[in-house]
Nanobody
């Protein structure tokens, strides 16, 4: 499985960006799907994710500002980010897992840089 993330960039505080992730396989093939981020010197952390039950789950630091969505027609996983803050600056990674042969396998995209200036 390959994941191609896009949509990152430089934006001023209070602005918006929309990230998209295009997997090589159908969205229907995956269990959990989401977005993680990693700021310089920090550990990777979950920002937003669809659980195995299909419900969206958000980290407290993005609630009310970020919205995760899936477009099955376009076969993309998206993250709408509004009211961005300088602390949202990070590399954002698309993530999916897939159940196969009694195991779950994790897959990560290459990351897309989001920089928020104050």
């Amino acid at each position: 499985v390959q994941l191609q993330a896009s949509g990152g960039g430089l934006v001023q505080a209070g602005g918006s960006l929309r990230l998209s992730c295009a997997p090589s396989g159908s969205l229907h093939a995956f269990n959990r799907m989401g977005w993680y981020r990693q700021a310089p010197g920090k550990q990777r952390e979950m920002a937003a994710i669809f659980t195995s039950g299909g419900n969206p789950n958000y980290a407290d630091f993005v609630k009310g500002r970020f919205t995760i969505s899936r477009d099955y027609a376009k076969n993309t996983l998206n993250l709408q980010m509004n009211n961005l803050k300088p602390e949202d600056t990070a590399v954002y990674y698309c993530y999916v897992d897939q159940y196969y042969s009694d195991k779950y396998y994790d897959y990560w995209g290459q990351g897309t840089q989001v920089t928020v200036s104050s």
